[in-house]
C-alpha cells in the first residue's frame, strides 16, 4: 500500500488530486490507534496527516486554540494544562479497547466526533469545533469558520464535517474553543442498585440545578462486585461541597453515597470514557445511543437473546457501551431488533475484520435519509476517493 504524508496543505491538495486523475481510493490516517473503527478500508492507499503538526493559533484569553490535524492529542492538552484551560468534551483514547499504539491526534478528534462523559454537560467535540481547513475531493482547499463562535454564513460544514470519518474530505487544521479546568472534582457513587434504579437515579440528578458533569452506572461485577452509579461534580470546593450535600438529599431514596476524590476517583473515570472494561477481549463492542430512561430496557431486551452480553451506562444512561460475542449477523440482527420499538441507534465500534465487512456498521439509514447522505458525499467527493464503503456501503 501507498502512503502519502504531505508536509503542506499545497503537498496534500496535489494528492488528491493525481489519485483522482488516477481512480485510486484513499484511506485517511492520523495517529493510527482506531484502526478498526468502521467498516475495513477498502483503498488501496493512505493518505495520512502525519505531517502536518504543530499548533498553529492560542489565544488564552479569547479560550481559542487552532492546530494542524497530525498533532498529538497530548500535545494541544499539555499546552492549554500550561494556561489551566481544556477542551471541554473529554476526547476518549481508543487504544485501551482496539489495543492499538498510535498517537491520537486532534484532527482525528474532529473527524470522528470523539467525545467523552463530559459530553452530557458540556457538548460534544462538534459543538466546540468552530473553525476547520480541509481538502475536498476535488484536490481543492477548503475552509470553514473562524476563531470565533459567530462567523458561520450558509452551510456549516465544520459541524457537517465532524464525525464524518473522513468520508467528506482531508482535515489539514482545526480550530477549538475551550474552557478552564475545574479546581476540583468529586464523585458520588451510590452502591447496589439495579439498572433502572441507577438509570432513574442518573435522570432525576441530570434534571436537577446541581450540574453533574459526568454520570454513568457500572452493572455488578464490571468494576466490582456490587453495582456502582456515579456522578462527577467540578468547579471550586464550596461548590462541589454544596452541590454534593443537596443530591444527597434529592437522593436520598437511593441511600447514602460514597464521595471518591483524586486518582481513585480519575481512574474510575478514565475506564468509562476508554471502555477499559471490554479492553483485551474477543468481544464484539457496541455503542446504543437512545433516549437514558430506555438504557435499561435495551440491555435487557439484548440480553434475552445474547446471554453472555456485557454492559454499562454513560451520558445519564444514554449511551450503553454493550459488548457481546462477536457471531456476525445473529449478534447484529439481535441488537438491532432490541433497539427497534425503543428507536436508538447502534454502532460497531469494534469486531474482527469477518464480522464488520458482514453487518451494517453504522446504524442502517431510512431511504430519503440515504438520498441526502449519498447527495452530500458526491458533492464533497464526486469520484468516491475518500474512505469508499467507511461508513455505508456503496458510499
Known sequence: MTIHTPTTEAQACAVVKSVVDNRVPLTLRGGGTRAGLGRRSQAASTLSSAGLTGITLYEPAEMVIAARAGTPLQAVQETLAERGQMLPFEPMDHRPLFGTDGTPTIGAVAACNISGPRRINAGAARDSLIGIRMVNGRGEMVKSGGRVMKNVTGLDLVKLVCGSHGTLGFLTEVTFRVLPKPAEIATLQWRGLSDAQGAALLSKALGSPFEPMAAAHLPAGLAGEA???????????????????????????????????????????????????????????WRLSLKPTDGPKAAAA??????????????????????????????????????????????????????RAAVDVFQPLAEPLMRVTAGIKNSFDPAGIFEPGRMYAGI
Open 227 to 285: 453495582a456502582l452509579t456515579l456522578l462527577r461534580l467540578e468547579n471550586f470546593p464550596d461548590s462541589i461541597e454544596y452541590r454534593a450535600g443537596e443530591l444527597a438529599l434529592l437522593l436520598g431514596e437511593y441511600g447514602v453515597p460514597d464521595k471518591l476524590e483524586g486518582e481513585h476517583s480519575a481512574t474510575l473515570w478514565r475506564h468509562i470514557r476508554d471502555a477499559a472494561f471490554f479492553a483485551g477481549t474477543e468481544e464484539a463492542v
Open 302 to 355: 439484548v440480553a434475552r437473546t445474547l446471554p453472555a452480553a456485557r454492559w454499562f451506562f454513560d451520558w445519564g444512561g444514554g449511551l450503553v457501551w454493550l459488548a457481546a460475542p462477536a457471531d456476525g449477523d445473529a449478534g447484529a440482527a439481535a441488537i438491532r431488533a432490541a433497539l427497534g420499538p425503543l428507536g436508538g441507534h447502534a454502532t460497531l465500534l469494534r469486531a474482527p475484520d469477518a464480522v
